[in-house]
């Protein structure tokens, strides 16, 4: 069974910087994509970003383009979110999250992720 364990959320002031983590188990990390999404108080859950499996493709809403950077390492079974110049929207839940299959894809929807983690909480104050 995989498990996702989310870190590294916090309350944080805008423009300020916080750098997530999820660490992966239960299969072979290096052979998935990975992703992460958010869900913001009231709304719906959102796709933040997806890696591939060796890191070289990535992709991003376009809401954090040039804010935020999705990495991995794969030695430690670990995908990284780095959010910069952080704005009070994007106070959210942040949550990693793959799928069974070990394709890419630019862009995804909830609905099609199949191992979640449980989240981990990022606050942007103004």
């Known amino acids: 069974q995989v498990q996702l364990v989310e870190s590294g959320g916090g309350l944080v002031q805008a423009g300020g910087s916080l750098r997530l983590a999820c660490t992966a188990s239960g299969r072979t990390f290096s052979n998935y994509a990975m992703a992460w999404f958010r869900q913001a108080p009231g709304k719906e859950r959102e796709f933040v970003a997806t890696i591939n499996w060796s890191g070289g493709s990535t992709s991003y809403t376009d809401s954090v383009k040039g804010r935020f950077t999705i990495s991995r390492d794969n030695a430690k079974n670990t995908v990284y979110l780095q959010m910069n110049s952080l704005k009070p929207e994007d106070t959210a839940i942040y949550y990693c999250?793959?799928?069974?299959?070990?394709?890419?894809?630019?862009?995804?929807?909830?609905?099609?992720?199949?191992?979640w983690g449980k989240g981990t909480l990022v606050t942007v104050s103004s």
């Open positions: 999250a793959t799928r069974s299959r070990s394709s890419y894809a630019a862009y995804l929807l909830p609905g099609s992720m199949d191992f």
